[in-house]
């Protein structure tokens, strides 16, 4: 196998330490993005979680809008969770108004739709292509995905809504595998960065 790969963590707001602490365990030199020239730096990126209007704010404040979507376009690998997850869809259902995406995975979402953030739960998730045991699923007022398109894998359900997919190197889930310890998730994602270079 070539050199470890670099995977950027968006670094505007969100749980970025959290992310940077599970790709190094991961066996992936992790670094934290905020400008077009870092993230020109990096073989593939995660998006946290956080709020997704603000990181949508923020991206377009720092000049990250067009260089996201274009690196992502042309198969940058990308890893979003949560907030991450809505910034990687296509198309969200509720969006705040000027709130904008990434996109990159043929999916509609809905924001908040597990609740707000008093009901916030764990819960047990069978992710396909996960190995041993299903994963601890922390959903903070989690997204869940309403529809996908042919071209998207869904990954993972809970209680009937979907709750991980993946399009060709983009893969998204509703819940937080950076705050378990569960480094299974990102595991896949950093392979998902091997096997794109
Ligand atoms: N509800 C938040 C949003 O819309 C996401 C919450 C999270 O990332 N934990 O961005």
Redesign the pocket.
Known sequence: MSTTPVIGVLALQ?DVREHLIALAAADAVARPVRRPEELAEVDGLVVP?????TISKLATLFGLMEPLRERIAAGMPVYG???GL?MLADKILDPRSGQETFGGIDMIVR??AFGRQNESFEAGVTVRGVEDGPVEGVF????WVESVGAEVEVLAEHEGHIVAVRQGRALATSF?PELTGDHRLHALFVDMVRAGR
């Open positions: 969100g979680g956080g709020e997704s209007t969770t949560c907030a809505i924001r908040n903070i007022r989690a997204p937080h």
